[in-house]
């Protein structure tokens, strides 16, 4: 079987486990949380950093944090995965969604403006797949209408918008360490702020809420959402090779790339943009219908080829329609991704036979079908 994903734990992450266990600090207490911390904040370009247990913790912190007004409009892509609307709506805030970039898979930015009302409050960016959003107008935007940007760069690790890294340009950003990211710690995700205030706050929020003065006295709620001084371990260890795993990342995609160019109905990603190159978070494609999608994941998963839809938009989910929520609401662009998209084996541990098998698979899939 080739997995979609296999992460590469070929560092200092044995090391590091075992200084945990001798130890003895296993715990959120253990020293490798702060220098996580201390390290990602600093490579991402932000004053601080909070390590949580995952990156839909992150997400429930950063928006719980900003103290928006319940009913505020909070302006969100449809084509995410559901982390982003699931914090929006659990702080009785109201998503406004926007369509997709059929060429970036990313939110729509010229369609932000025209969603913007007096009940808007922030602007949650989903950097998608490999591509960043583009930020820049996005961030002209905010200061025209005084809006926070939440910055959700779970994908991003080590990507960058001219230059500057993702995970730097929000009020409030975040980031996700699971398996399937550039730097993992099993599951595990960090908050990051340059606010000092909202720092406070966020550390607050992922510990019960307890006060300095007094141990078990709270005067809000708030989540156990601490990561543990071994997950931080693991965090540290891939931090220091981010470099190889971008470079990694990168080779992996530009081998599909030239593999799969002669490849027939099926839309790969692309290489770069005006702002960026590609960081091939995976190595997703759209395919020109439906059924062709399908088929071709079908026929790849017969070989034992791992597959993976793309993401289900949020207009479209029962969960929100249940509660009266995007009733009636289309993003075609957004839809044909999800309905159409797909993506195979990228993970860091693959190798170049992998790829070349997947590769050799996928093309005669597409050919019988395109």
Known sequence: MIPVNTPLLKGNEKKYLNECIDSGWISSEGPFVKRFEDDFSKYIGMSHGIAVSNGSAALDIAVRALNLEEGSEVIVPTFTIISPIQSIYNEKLVPVLIDS????????????EPKITAKTKAILIVHIYGLPVDVQPIL??????????????????????????????????????????????????????????????????????????????????????????????????????????IERKRYIGHRYQDNLKYI???????????????????????????????????????????????????HEQPVFNSKGLFLGESYPNAERMARNGFYIPSGLGLSDSEIDEVSEHLLKAADCNG
């Open 264 to 314: 027939k109905g099926l839309q790969l990603p692309l290489d770069s943009t005006l702002y960026s190159e590609n960081i091939y978070w995976v190595f997703g494609m759209v395919a020109e219908s439906e059924d062709l999608s399908l088929t071709i994941q079908k026929r790849l998963n017969s070989h034992k080829i791992g597959t993976r839809p793309f993401f289900w938009c949020m």
């Open 140 to 245: 002209d935007l905010a200061k025209k209408y005084n809006l926070k940007i939440i910055e959700d760069a779970a994908e991003m690790h080590g990507q960058t918008y001219n230059g500057k890294k993702c995970g730097s340009f929000g009020d409030i950003s975040i980031f996700s360490f699971y398996p399937n990211k550039h730097i993992t710690t099993g599951e595990g995700g960090m908050v990051l702020t340059n606010n000092n205030e909202l720092a406070e706050r966020c550390r607050q929020l992922r510990n019960l809420c307890f006060i300095a003065e007094r141990r078990f006295v709270h005067r809000e709620i708030g989540w156990n959402y601490r990561m543990t001084n071994m997950q931080a371990a693991l965090g540290v260890a891939q931090l220091e090779q981010i470099d190889y795993i």
């Open 101 to 112: 970039d059929p060429n970036t898979w990313n939110m729509h930015v010229n369609q932000i």
